[in-house]
């Protein structure tokens, strides 16, 4: 009887598969490459003097890593906009910014989406086979510094 009643129990109950939720894995750098490539850029700031963070996002803008100096200046809170800006725009956000001025319609698009892009320098997107597959960024420390970091660590750590 008391098998009997966990099958209807069983037959009731909702389906867990079918709720589960699915995620498409978006492609990006490995977690690997993305530690590497943020810690190279933070490297590379603290070389020129500054601490500040830095964030590494796949192609969908979603966050792989967000690091931040010990002495870095705010929370990492700009970084990881960055990043997902470069990546969503395949643009380095020292094009970004500029562009933004003169071309009203890319200036909406940004302004549509305060919440997920930052258009300042010191973003680079990140390629595979010609694909944007991620993007890093270096936040919390002046836009030109900012921008040499995340050069300075693509050129040194990301595969080309």
Known sequence: MVFTLMLFALAGAPDVAAQTPTWTVAPGPTLEQSLTLAQAALAACHAKGYDGS?????????????????????PPVAAPMKAAAAAAFDLAGSDMEPRARTDTAFAAQ?????????????????HRDGKVIGGLAVADVPHEVADACARAAVATAWPH
């Not at 996002?57 to 200046?73: Q, Y």
Request: hydrophobic share 45%.
């Open 54 to 74: 830095a964030a590494v996002v796949d192609s969908a803008g979603l966050v792989k890593v967000v690091l931040r100096a010990d002495t870095a200046p705010k």
């Open 110 to 126: 940004l302004a549509a989406h305060k919440d997920l892009y930052n258009d300042h320098p010191g973003s680079i997107p990140l």
